[in-house]
């Protein structure tokens, strides 16, 4: 029987943790797309498996009025095709981390990986490479990000003809994004690329195929490298003018690499040691 290391099993339940104030917020999203997936043309074994094989909820729902009005299928799968070009990115940043795995296995990885479990993982910091306990905290974090939206959006499309459309819950489900997109602001630079891609995707908004999630996304993620690189330079300025040893932190609220003392600064003063004379800070003590 398959036994998982013990920091794997850690790492899985510190992912749970981590994630677990958002799957409320998570619960509510999904049960949203899964009534609006029961309400289209599509029938309810169409309409799980669609789900279980995108699982994606802007797409989802991009692409329910292209069913409706009965456009070629190639239309649909480039429109939902844009939408998600953003797991790309994401999935580009997640191959340093766990390049060292199969590809079965980071196949899987791919198949779970959400917007927030994505999110939370990142914001953990972990290093590149393997890290005990690493592939079991994204696990924990894409699992139940993954379980809960699946859950949710099945019992909303089993539930949903019992829904009045008068209710509104799109709107509601609107809602329940933004606890969800806060919790993740903790910087100002976080909260610069949020904004900036909120203005994007605004300004963009009547751009087919949904472009305007693209660009925001494009926009956000040159923001943040831009952000990371200003914050760095300012950090290391600041330890070059105290002359001493400084840690340079990021734009992320992390600390980084603690910055070398400068040789010339206690040169003279280890010499004095060594040669048995008393240094010139003592002198002026003395």
């Known amino acids: 029987m398959l036994r998982l290391p013990a920091a794997e099993r850690e790492g899985f339940a510190a992912g749970f943790r981590i994630i677990s104030p958002l799957l409320p917020a998570i619960f509510s999203w999904g049960l949203v797309t899964g009534v609006a997936m029961s309400k289209s043309v599509l029938t309810v074994p169409q309409a799980i498996g ?3 094989m995108l699982y994606a909820g802007s797409a989802q729902l991009a692409s329910l009025p292209l069913f409706a ?5 190639w239309t649909i799968l480039l429109t939902v095709g844009v939408i998600n070009l953003r797991f790309v990115i994401f999935s580009a940043a997640l191959q340093p981390h766990f390049s060292y795995l199969s590809l079965p296995r980071r196949l899987v990885l791919g198949y779970v990986n959400g917007d927030l479990g994505f999110v939370m993982f990142m914001n953990q910091n972990f290093a590149n490479g393997y890290v005990p306990g690493k592939e079991g905290t994204y696990y924990g974090v894409a699992l139940s990000n993954w379980a809960v939206w699946h859950v949710s959006s099945i019992i909303g499309i089993l539930l949903g003809a019992l829904v009045p459309d008068s209710w509104g819950l799109g709107f509601a489900g609107t809602l329940a994004l933004i606890p969800m997109m806060v919790h993740t602001i903790t910087t100002r630079s976080t909260l610069l690329v949020v904004t900036l891609a909120s203005v994007i995707g605004l300004l963009a908004f009547d751009l087919p195929y949904r472009l305007n999630l ?3 996304v494009l926009g956000a993620l040159a923001a ?7 914050a760095a330079r300012h950090a290391k300025k600041l330890a ?3 002359g001493g040893a400084a840690t340079l932190p990021d734009s992320r609220g992390t600390q980084g690499v603690p910055a070398a003392v400068p040789l010339a600064a206690s ?3 280890s010499l004095a040691e060594s040669s048995g004379k008393p240094s010139a800070s003592e002198e002026s003590r003395s």
Do not use: K
């Open 50 to 52: 669609f789900t279980l």
């Open 267 to 269: 040169a003279p003063e």
């Open 69 to 73: 009005a009965g456009l070629p299928l």
């Open 240 to 242: 070059l003018a105290g």
């Open 214 to 216: 693209v660009l925001g």
């Open 224 to 230: 943040g490298v831009v952000c990371d690189e200003l």
